[in-house]
């Protein structure tokens, strides 16, 4: 199982990126993807989370109207799309596939953001 996450830069506050994830090795529509946030010296938060086939999304309230989930299982690939870009927003975002009814659970290796001027 592989999870590679891509899409990571530096960018200004104000502005947009778009992260990807690919999984090989699952069946993709059986896991909930999600993506998390390490923030320099700070523990790993949840960001955001879509359901198997995409008809549910949640957001931690500190990225809800700026961010956006989406998933593509023909082509087995989660993104996050980073909109109105803060400070805060930096760190390094990782990737994460939970099995449906399953405790079954992969990490990608993440990819670094940082939102600066």
């Known amino acids: 199982v592989q999870l590679v996450e891509s899409g990571g830069d530096l960018v200004q506050p104000g502005g947009s990126l778009r992260l990807s994830c690919a999984a090989s090795g699952v069946t993709f529509s059986d896991y909930d993807m999600s993506w998390y946030l390490q923030a320099p010296g700070k523990e790993r938060q949840w960001v955001a989370t879509?359901?198997?086939?995409?008809?549910?999304?949640n957001y931690a309230d500190s990225v809800k109207g700026r961010f956006s989930i989406s998933r593509d299982n023909a082509k087995s690939m989660v993104s996050l799309q980073m909109n109105s870009l803060k400070p805060d927003d930096t760190g390094v975002y990782y990737c994460k596939a939970r099995k449906l009814f399953s405790t079954t659970t992969y990490w990608g290796q993440g990819t670094q953001v940082t939102v600066s001027s």
């Open positions: 879509i359901s198997s086939f995409g008809g549910t999304s």
